[in-house]
């Protein structure tokens, strides 16, 4: 079992950067390979980026491709989002997950456990 909370959401103007981070609990955490999702205001969970179990390989949804970046320090349980030139688009809940799966996943059901959630605001 592992239990996921995430942090560092806010309001950001368009450009700025904000750094989220999800702590996890549990002694396996080393062992999944982690993601970040968004959910905006009357859309679909979306995949935003993941990480292995190394972290030596990460992947990007095009959307946000060249301004995120994942990472995951296993010694600290703790995954990172770091988010910069920030857009009104990027506007929604974020959420981190965790997969019992090798690899990278895209997709939502390949997730076995997921955090509360945490807001980001861009603002125009």
């Known amino acids: 079992q592992v239990q996921l909370v995430e942090s560092g959401g806010g309001l950001v103007q368009a450009g700025g950067s904000l750094r989220l981070s999800c702590a996890a609990s549990?002694?396996?955490?080393?062992?999944?390979?982690l993601g970040w999702f968004r959910q905006a205001p009357g859309k679909e969970r979306e995949f935003v980026a993941a990480?292995?179990?190394?972290?030596?390989?990460?992947y990007y949804a095009d959307s946000v491709k060249g301004r995120f970046t994942i990472s995951r320090d296993n010694a600290k349980n703790t995954v990172y989002l770091q988010m910069n030139s920030l857009k009104p688009e990027d506007t929604a809940v974020y959420y981190c997950?965790?997969?019992?799966?090798?690899?990278?996943?895209?997709?939502?059901?390949?997730?076995?456990?997921w955090g509360q959630g945490t807001q980001v605001t861009v603002s125009s």
């Open positions: 549990g002694r396996t955490f080393s062992t999944y390979s």
């Open positions: 990480i292995i179990v190394s972290g030596g390989s990460t």
């Open positions: 997950a965790a997969s019992k799966l090798v690899g990278l996943s895209t997709t939502l059901a390949r997730y076995d456990y």
